[in-house]
């Protein structure tokens, strides 16, 4: 019985020591692969360490780029800054150099203002006067062919080969519309025809009288022709009368001229009349109105 409790025992003992033993491989093993893990751990970390050198490295050199980067834009924008003062404070020199002219070209641009306004007046004033004349000159122009034709027709048969006959020739019957310069010239070749007419009757009507220095004054004066031909045409048949009743006393001394004018024809003679001796004494009113001055106005 104790030698099979003793083969037991060493059968149990053995089965205890392979089992270690298995164990203990089993340890080593499992030993030798967290050794591997641990150097393959270990080399990651040193990798790992190295990255992190070389990165913190590649942070102080941006952080130092960085900061050399804002260092330059900084003193770039203090330039910047610096310049835009100066360039503020020269505006506001400028300003100041330039606010006195300002105002004297406020003040003459309100002068320039005002005084367009007044040209702009002016103007309108000018317009409504030439829109005036066009209306008095539409009259004046619609009887110009009648001048034209009249005035040509006048100087040819005057044949003389002046200046007025060659004018006033080359408009009879136009082929063509007259330019409105052309009849301004003609307007003005008529004027100077009215005021030549009107000046030579001014001083036949007003032998003493100095004539007019413009020609509303020829008009003026001739407003009151009428009343002085009536005065002239009076005075020289006072003169031609005086003359014939001096010629008459001359031969009939006691010729009583006013009770001749008063009275009629003796008793008897009734039959004769002035009438009757109108063709005998007209050759000598013709002599008398000869002798007569005609430049002495009887009242």
Excluded at 102 to 109: I, N, V, Y
Aim: charged residues 30%; neutral net charge; contains cysteine.
């Amino acid at each position: 019985m104790r030698v099979k409790d003793t083969g037991d025992k060493n059968i149990e003992l053995v089965n205890v020591v392979q089992a270690s033993v298995a164990a203990a491989a089993a340890h080593t093993v499992e030993i030798s692969g967290l050794n591997q893990n641990l150097e393959r751990a270990q080399e990651e970390l040193g990798q790992l360490k190295m990255q992190l050198r070389d990165r913190h490295g590649m942070h102080k050199s941006c952080s130092r780029f960085v900061a050399n980067e804002f260092s330059a834009l900084r003193e770039k924008h203090e330039a910047r800054v610096i310049k835009a003062e100066q360039e503020l404070q020269e505006a506001v020199r400028k300003c100041e150099t330039l606010e006195p002219s300002l105002t004297e070209k406020e003040s003459e641009l309100t002068k320039v203002h005002q005084a367009t306004n007044d040209a702009r007046g002016e103007t309108q004033s000018a317009l409504q006067g030439i829109q005036e004349a066009r209306k008095i000159a539409a009259g004046v122009f619609a009887e110009l062919p009648r001048s034209i034709s009249d005035a040509a027709q006048f100087y040819r048969v005057e044949g003389r080969n002046t200046a007025d006959k060659l004018f006033w020739s080359q408009y009879l019957a136009p082929n063509y519309p007259v330019p409105f310069a052309d009849q301004l010239k003609q307007l003005i070749e008529l004027h100077k025809a009215v005021e030549l007419a009107m000046k030579d009757l001014v001083i036949r009507l007003w032998p003493a009288e100095p004539i007019p220095s413009s020609y509303f004054g020829l008009v003026k004066r001739l407003v009151s022709a009428c009343p002085r031909l009536d005065i002239i045409k009076r005075s020289v048949c006072i003169e031609g009368a005086r003359m014939a009743f001096a010629r008459a006393k001359l031969h009939w001394g006691k010729m009583d001229a006013e009770k001749l004018m008063a009275e009629g024809p003796p008793e008897g003679k009734e039959h004769r009349k002035p009438e009757l001796y109108y063709e005998s004494v007209l050759k000598g009113s013709y002599l008398a109105a000869e002798l007569c001055t005609k430049d002495i106005i009887f009242p």
